[in-house]
């Protein structure tokens, strides 16, 4: 069963005696549609986001686009500098248990992508003593 989500467009307000439009914004959790009026000439009610004019200048417009700000408080340059250490440690994780200095359970959690551009000596040193492993055995 394909599970599409029917958005009613208006709103009976007033016991029936106003229609207005419905605010099309939805719930990340249960899937329903928000029940507040939209504001004129919007989609969304003012909960969610109808009162919001987004950049109004074309310095705004550069600023908005430069910014990349997600969640408010974080940038792509501080997402890279995390995944970039995050792949540090993974590959002195790796180093680690390919010289027989670390025993036991490995980190759990995705390994970073970006292993071989943080230290690209030490990444073909584990791929080397990985691919010797691999021949003794």
Excluded at 47 to 62: D, I
Excluded at 98 to 119: D, N, T, Y
Aim: glycine share 8%; hydrophobic share 30%; with cysteine.
């Amino acid at each position: 069963m394909s599970k599409t989500l029917h958005l009613e467009q208006y709103l009976q307000t007033l016991g029936g005696r106003v229609t207005c439009k419905r605010c099309q914004a939805r719930s990340k959790r249960t899937q329903n549609q928000c029940c507040a009026p939209a504001m004129l000439g919007k989609n969304v009610c003012r909960f969610h986001g109808g009162k919001s004019t987004g950049p109004t200048s074309e310095a705004g417009r550069q600023r908005c686009a430069q910014s990349r700000l997600v969640h408010g408080r974080e940038t792509s340059t501080m997402r890279m500098e995390r995944s970039i250490a995050s792949a540090r440690l993974a590959l002195l994780e790796s180093v680690g248990f390919e010289f027989g200095i670390m025993v036991g359970l490995k980190s759990r959690g995705p390994k970073p992508h970006r292993m071989a551009q943080v230290l690209p000596e030490l990444h073909a040193l584990v791929r080397h003593l990985r691919s010797q492993k691999m021949r003794s055995a």
